[in-house]
């Protein structure tokens, strides 16, 4: 079994932590978080005995097999940075840094020592999610995507824990849960047109977008962040629509007959939903090698993501040349 190192003992780390104690590949040895309350408590929670106040001392001490790096937006790239530099196999929350030369730089890094390195964007193990794809797939390639990723972000700023700067990053630091999924079902990205308003501010939130993806396929993606909103994707097949309202049970329609319910495994009922899948992917790389399977998704493959969000957002212009990923209908291929 791996010896596993979990950094962060917060609320998104102990969802972690619920699959971390259940699978075989691995066993979590050491807890890490600067704050002793919170450390004693989740330590206690999941019987964790070793427990450091910082990450530094974990990199002093015994190396782990692999790293959970599940700490604050502001923090994961620079925390993540100095296990993969160390070349500790290395887990990172989403986003895989607040900005594109944040991912790009870990991704070189990465790519520089060696070190595996896997983004958690866990939507993308969603059992629902998942055999929706499947099922569209069956019918020919995908034709279209539609991503919606709607937040009404004045209740966002409610909440204190969320800098002004995460504020102007929101559809990195939230909004990759709903737009990676452009990606995954839809493969890379060509091309991208976009609009972009300012309803009440201070920076664009409305944004739409037109993209061309390299099979043949479109998509589109909105985002509006100034009304109560919520996060959605339809992907169209030969004569085949699937669609789900992310979190809840999705549906399959056929043109010739009636809506068929998706609905989510008793995996992702018993955990937060993709957890597990995702979890277990990453250990088993780790202990394994080779390839990342799709759909997992490495720092080079984060980059493409993040490049695409700045571009809906408004935040930069979209550079194809970058794209290197296959289409959907390879989906035996392992990604990168």
């Not at 590949?25 to 704050?35: F, I, K, Q, S």
């Not at 099922?135 to 020919?140: A, I, P, Y």
């Not at 452009?182 to 309803?199: C, E, I, P, Q």
């Amino acid at each position: 079994m791996l010896n596993i190192a979990v950094v962060g003992a917060g609320n998104i780390a102990q969802r972690h932590l619920e699959v971390l104690t259940d699978l075989r590949e691995g066993r979590v040895t050491t807890l890490v978080d600067t704050n002793p309350r919170v450390l004693e408590e989740t330590g206690s929670r999941f019987s964790v005995s070793s427990r450091l106040n910082s990450h530094e001392s974990l990199l002093e001490g015994d190396r782990p097999d692999a790293v959970f790096v599940l700490v604050s937006v502001l923090q994961v790239a620079a925390v993540a940075a100095d296990f993969i530099r160390s070349g500790i196999p290395t887990f990172l929350e989403k986003p895989p840094g607040l900005y594109t030369s944040d991912t790009r730089t870990l991704a070189d890094l990465a790519r520089a020592v060696g070190t595996p390195a896997m983004v958690g964007v866990n939507r993308r193990f969603y059992s629902t999610l998942l055999k929706g794809r499947e099922l569209v797939l069956e019918s020919g390639p995908v034709q279209s995507v539609t991503v919606d990723a709607h937040e009404d972000i004045r209740r966002v700023r409610e909440n204190p824990k969320f800098t002004e700067e995460v504020m102007k990053r929101w559809s990195a630091a939230n909004g990759i849960h709903a737009l990676d999924l452009l990606r995954f079902f839809g493969g890379d990205v060509a091309s991208v047109r976009t609009m972009h308003r300012t309803v009440e501010g201070p920076m664009p939130d409305c944004c739409s977008a037109l993209l061309t993806f390299s099979g043949g396929a479109v998509g589109r993606a909105s985002m509006d962040w100034f009304a109560p909103g919520g996060h959605r994707v339809e992907v169209r097949g030969n004569g085949v629509t699937f669609t789900s309202a992310l979190g809840q049970a999705a549906t399959l329609r056929h043109r010739d007959g009636g809506p068929v319910n998706v609905e989510g495994d008793e995996i992702d009922r018993r955990y937060k939903a993709g957890f597990y899948r995702q979890d277990r992917a990453f250990l088993r790389w780790v202990r394994n090698g080779g390839s990342l399977p799709f759909p997992a998704c490495g720092l080079d493959d984060a980059v493409k993501t993040m490049e695409l969000i700045d571009a809906i957002s408004g935040n930069s212009s979209f550079n194809p040349p970058s794209c290197r990923q296959s289409s959907p209908a390879e989906a035996e291929r392992p990604s990168e």
